[in-house]
């Protein structure tokens, strides 16, 4: 059974930083495009950011680029987002879930595997 738990949203002021885990049961990661996307309320998901299996291919979406940082622990089936210089557009619920394509131009996912997802508020 795939089990999927995200923590470390919270409501931060804008500029203020928060960091993003996700542990993955019943999936070896270390064989997995991984990534972070995000749901704001009246919007569709999209992709924050992506990480190939041994992260020698990352991608973010243009505007987190220079703000967000992907990073992963295999060993502990672990997904990481450090989020910094927050801004309030973006307040959303963060989910990780399995890549199925990622490139620095475009992240994927076509996953049936999704967790409960974190809430990052950011005031202004």
């Known amino acids: 059974q795939v089990q999927i738990q995200e923590s470390g949203g919270g409501l931060v002021q804008a500029g203020e930083s928060l960091r993003l885990s996700c542990i993955v049961s019943?999936?070896?990661?270390?064989?997995?495009?991984m990534g972070w996307f995000r749901r704001a309320p009246g919007k569709e998901r999209e992709g924050v950011s992506c990480?190939?299996?041994?992260?020698?291919?990352?991608y973010y979406r243009d505007s987190v680029k220079g703000r967000f940082t992907i990073s992963r622990d295999n060993a502990k089936n672990t997904l990481y987002l450090q989020m910094n210089s927050l801004k309030p557009e973006d307040t959303a619920m963060y989910y990780c879930?399995?890549?199925?394509?990622?490139?620095?131009?475009?992240?994927?996912?076509?996953?049936?595997?999704w967790g409960q997802g974190t809430q990052v508020t950011v005031s202004s």
């Open positions: 879930a399995p890549a199925s394509w990622v490139s620095e131009a475009l992240c994927r996912t076509e996953s049936p595997y």
């Open positions: 019943g999936l070896t990661l270390m064989y997995r495009n």
């Open positions: 990480i190939s299996p041994y992260g020698s291919t990352e």
